[in-house]
């Protein structure tokens, strides 16, 4: 039988804040460069980071429950002049925290 797989706890948000404008920043740039740069990234990206800020000044350190909040809230986020949806970007916010945290995304280790 597999293996369940281990939950990624970040570290203490020590400065919300600033991680939510490297997230914002790290989030729209790579928007940018997976398809073409839009005004919507800024905006999904501006989004994505409050979501975050509000969840880790919560006290919420799991990564996994960091994307499900993102997936959730941003369902509420109008993706129509984008080609992405909110799995879209919670996914690539996971991305963006395991490179940050020097964790392979590939296969968890």
């Known amino acids: 039988m597999a293996e369940p797989i ?56 799991d990564l996994g429950s960091l994307v499900i909040a993102i997936v959730t809230e941003m369902q509420a986020f109008d993706f129509s002049q984008s080609f992405y949806g909110e799995f879209a970007i919670a996914n690539a916010v996971s991305d963006l925290l395991l490179d940050s945290l020097g964790i392979e995304r590939c296969c968890g280790e």
């Open 6 to 61: 281990k939950p990624i706890t970040l570290p203490t948000a020590e400065n919300p804040q600033q991680e939510g404008e490297w997230l914002r920043t790290s989030l729209h740039k790579w928007l940018n460069q997976e398809f073409i740069p839009e005004q919507v990234n800024e905006d999904i990206a501006q989004r994505a980071a409050q979501i975050f800020i509000r969840h880790r000044m919560e006290g919420e350190n």
